[in-house]
Nanobody, 123 residues
Framework: QVQLVESGGGLVQAGGSLRLSCAAS????????MGWFRQAPGKEREFVAA????????YYADSVKGRFTISRDNAKNTVYLQLNSLKPEDTAVYYC????????????????WGQGTQVTVSS
């Protein structure tokens, strides 16, 4: 069982930055691939970024590539998402998710989910 708690969301102007954090419970965090997903109002939840157990492999959605960076600190049981050059279309609830062992970009593969943190980007 893994429990995930996101933080770091907020209101920011276009062009600004935020860093989201996702703290995980348990002693086996390093055995889980982690992903970030987001859901904008009226839209389906979509993939944003994912990172392997060790952090050596990362994936990004084309819409955020070059602007967002996913990272993790296994000693702190935390995964991060650095959001730079934010755009109004990045406004969404951002969720982190955990999957045992293998990293994927498919949200259906992730078993554990956090409650989400709201990111709002004003124009």
């Amino acid at each position: 069982q893994v429990q995930l708690v996101e933080s770091g969301g907020g209101l920011v102007q276009a062009g600004g930055s935020l860093r989201l954090s996702c703290a995980a419970s348990g002693r086996t965090f390093s055995r889980y691939a982690m992903g970030w997903f987001r859901q904008a109002p009226g839209k389906e939840r979509e993939f944003v970024a994912a990172i392997s157990m060790s952090g050596g492999i990362t994936y990004y959605a084309d819409s955020v590539k070059g602007r967002f960076t996913i990272s993790r600190d296994n000693a702190k049981n935390t995964v991060y998402l650095q959001l730079n050059s934010l755009k109004p279309e990045d406004t969404a609830v951002y969720y982190c998710a955990a999957r045992f062992i293998s990293v994927t970009t498919t949200q259906g593969d992730y078993k554990y989910w956090g409650q989400g943190t709201q990111v709002t980007v004003s124009s």
